[in-house]
């Protein structure tokens, strides 16, 4: 098994930035794709990014440019630089981790955070 904590949500205003941080513990050593959800009230959930071990990152258009993905091994924890926030950044962000090489909005990840809220105000 594999837990997930997720720290580094807030609220913010529109134009801030603000730094999610995932910690993974557990059985850790299969893991290869570390990524971050999010759901917004009354929308799908959607995939924001997505990281290998092998360093492939891969984004959702809506986020490209303004997030980063990155992840440092030593500490088992994977990260997310949000930038330029807008108010319709706002949803529950999930971080997620998979055996598998890649992530989608569609697919169910072997392990999930419990989710951390992330308010941007207009």
């Known amino acids: 098994q594999v837990q997930l904590v997720e720290s580094g949500g807030g609220l913010v205003q529109a134009g801030d930035s603000l730094r999610l941080s995932c910690t993974a513990s557990g059985r850790t050593f299969s893991i290869n794709t570390m990524g971050w959800y999010r759901q917004a009230p009354g929308k799908h959930r959607e995939l924001v990014a997505e990281?290998?071990?092998?360093?492939?990152?891969n984004y959702a258009d809506s986020v490209k440019g303004r997030f980063t993905i990155s992840g440092d091994n030593a500490k088992n924890t994977v990260y997310l630089q949000m930038n330029s926030l807008k108010p319709e950044d706002t949803a529950i962000y999930y971080c997620a981790a998979d055996y598998g090489d890649e992530l989608s909005s569609e697919y169910v990840p072997a392990y999930w955070g419990l989710g951390i809220q992330v308010t941007v105000s207009s």
């Open positions: 990281m290998t071990s092998g360093g492939r990152t």
